[in-house]
């Protein structure tokens, strides 16, 4: 191994605590004092067969629907759900996780770290408040996760007599209502809140068309299609809190309404602008905002827009369209990229989600946005339609009167979940002491050093047999890493939003011996990496992280890979003057003075580290942000449909 990997592998232990040492840690100690009360009952319940377990849950649902306090019912509810899990899916609730499942039932998140059982550790909070026969909703990131965790925990919830659904995209509108129907339902933040919308939707539908009147005349399956799907909102338990509730928050649930006249009209001003955006060149006829991602064209500009020649179908549209048509094209082409925002599945835009590294399907950029990308690529031009409802994640999740969640990053967000949710982060302690070293940061000059000192370390850790993953910010970074290892001859396996299919199985080998892994940070939530002893005793999962993403929260998740009950696991961050980092955090001006220095350089620049780390608490407060300014124009806006009487999910004042 080379004398520089040696004398840069100092590290910092992970600020973690040893599972024990928050027995007296504020607000937690009401939560202890719940543990043998829980463990007592365990014991009872040890010698009762399976069917006197069923009748006891029975039991329990019959205490809850006649009105007795869950919290008085929580020591027998997650005893019995501990002891249904030992006996079905071999696995029974750590002391922590009992915890971490007090913590939910009480309306807060609980932060665990990654590897740590939040899936099992759901069940508790879930089961308890399924008790009742309201339903409970569980809403995670993705289809694949909501049916995996489903699938998995079901013989648990059936032992003790519950129902459980799953709630996917493209199911039709029957199997959504038994899916609800069911005591628990898992399914997707997108799913629930788009079935709230169409429900809302047939319920004016339905009142406006008389047809709970003439229902009579219809057949009984016609009739049941014109039902809503949902039941009213009572609990809901949120995973991947921080992915669901404050990196999706900036993007609304939209429900568009059939098109207009103007529909080719405005087809051909996007295929224009797109054509001709390229004409128009930076401080000369457009002027470009870094702070808020915003372009206005300049005086030379609009007399640009009147002398370039147009297509017949434009003659109607005005000089005031055409200018926004042109701003929009110049911002697409600029702000929006290939592999890194989107990519193009079966002719179709599909945005890349920054924060999960997956696909969002079914989602589109509002504003235009989308068809203007669409008309850059060349590809059909969707409709720009307008809005028959819309809803803020927010406000969906604002409905539901009992409210908790689940994640392994969240405590740098407090303040935020507080202001808007209303809910509290308690960090959750671990079962093991966490063994995760974190190496010292590396700082390069320019990109290439910078993949180059990656290589070099990839190339030693890999000969002593360490696997290795190597997360990467954008699917195009992550396939040219690719390139490099080939180049290189180390065999290794890509794993970003193309690779979704078969996503588990990578994941899954990712702690082979010497197994290298290049992903995107859809590596960093929902599935174990699993280490042999030999793995282990080499010094288990080295992760290696190539730039830091616009939140620490998703660096987090990608460090947590490693480490994980108890195991060993290090990990190193790697940065260059010249990343995207310090050009959205500081701005194009001091960026390019940043990069002058790093191509000037030689060796590393180590003592740079904390500007990235500032960068990167800027860029985070912006988001923040725009977060806040959405929320208060939506409550803005529901107020004044609220005045005029009409509905805020439905009415749009546009």
């Not at 060149?281 to 640009?304: C, F, M, N, Q």
Request: charged share 30%; proline share 3%; with cysteine.
């Amino acid at each position: 191994m080379s004398t520089q990997i040696a004398e840069s592998r100092t590290f910092k232990a992970d600020p973690v605590s040893h599972a024990y040492s928050w027995v007296t840690g504020r607000g937690l100690g009401r939560f202890v004092a719940e543990l043998p009360k829980i463990e007592r009952f365990e014991e009872q319940f040890k010698t009762k067969s399976d069917r006197e377990l069923r009748k006891y849950s029975l039991g329990l649902r019959h205490r809850a629907k006649s009105g007795e306090s869950l919290a008085r019912l929580l020591p027998e509810a997650f005893a019995l759900v501990r002891e249904a899990g030992r006996r079905t899916i071999r696995m029974r609730h750590y002391d922590v996780q009992l915890i971490g499942g007090m913590i939910m039932f009480n309306g807060a998140i609980a932060e665990m770290e990654t590897g740590e059982g939040k899936t099992l550790t759901a069940t508790l909070p879930m089961y308890l408040y399924a008790l009742p026969g309201n339903g409970a909703h569980l809403a995670t990131v993705n289809d694949y996760l909501a049916k995996r965790d489903a699938e998995i925990m079901a013989p648990l919830y059936e032992m003790l007599g519950m129902s459980i659904g799953v709630v996917e995209g493209q199911m039709p509108s029957d199997a959504r209502r038994k899916a609800y129907a069911c005591d628990i339902t898992y399914g997707t933040s997108k799913e629930f809140g788009f079935d709230f919308l169409r429900d809302r939707l047939l319920i004016r539908q339905t009142r406006e068309q008389g047809l709970g009147v003439l229902g009579t005349l219809m057949s009984k399956e016609e009739e049941q299609n014109e039902l809503p799907v949902q039941r009213g909102a009572y609990y809901c338990l949120v995973d991947e809190a921080d992915s669901v509730l404050i990196d999706d928050a900036r993007t609304p649930l939209i429900i568009s309404s059939i098109p207009g006249e103007a529909e080719e009209r405005a087809v051909a001003c996007y295929r224009w602008a797109a054509e001709m955006a390229k004409e128009f060149t930076e401080d000369d006829e457009y002027e470009y905002d870094h702070d808020r991602k915003s372009v206005e064209l300049t005086i030379e500009g609009r007399l640009l827009v009147r002398r370039l020649a147009k297509p017949p179908e434009l003659d109607p549209v005005g000089l005031v369209d055409l200018y926004d048509y042109i701003e929009r094209a110049i911002k697409v082409a600029r702000d929006f990229h290939f592999n890194q925002h989107y990519v193009i599945n079966d002719g179709e835009i599909v945005i890349v989600d920054e924060s999960t590294g997956r696909l969002a399907e079914g989602r589109k950029w509002s504003g235009g946005i989308h068809q203007a990308i669409e008309a850059k690529e060349e590809i059909e031009v969707t409709v720009a339609t307008g809005q028959a409802a819309r809803i803020t994640v927010q406000d969906m999740f604002i409905r539901y009167p009992h409210l908790g969640g689940m994640t392994g990053t969240a405590s740098t967000s407090a303040a935020e979940f507080k202001k808007i949710y209303k809910i509290n982060v308690i960090r959750c302690p671990t079962n093991r002491k966490v063994q995760r070293k974190i190496w010292s940061d590396r700082v390069f000059g320019t990109e290439e050093a910078k993949w180059e000192a990656i290589i070099e370390e990839i190339r030693e850790l890999h000969a002593i047999g360490r696997p290795i993953l190597i997360g990467t910010r954008t699917i195009e970074k992550s396939e040219h890493l690719a390139q490099l290892l080939e180049a290189e001859g180390i065999a290794h396996e890509v794993l970003n939003a193309r690779h979704v299919a078969i996503e588990a199985e990578i994941v899954a080998r990712a702690g082979a011996p010497g197994k290298v892994t290049v992903a995107t940070n859809m590596a960093g939530r929902g599935t174990d990496i699993k280490l042999s002893q030999e793995i282990k005793e080499l010094g288990g999962l080295h992760v290696i992280c190539t730039e830091l993403h616009d939140s620490a929260r998703i660096d987090r998740q990608l460090v947590g890979r490693c480490g994980r009950q108890g195991d060993p696991g290090s990990v190193r961050q790697y940065m260059s003057l010249d990343d995207d980092c310090l050009r959205i955090g500081y701005g194009p001006i001091r960026a390019k003075k940043l990069a002058a220095i790093g191509e000037r350089a030689t060796g590393e620049l180590n003592s740079y580290a904390s500007l990235f780390r500032k960068a990167q608490r800027k860029i985070e407060r912006k988001h923040f942000g725009d977060r806040k300014v959405l929320l208060y124009h939506e409550k803005m806006r529901k107020k004044m449909h609220r005045e005029m009487g009409q509905d805020p999910y439905l009415d749009s004042p546009d």
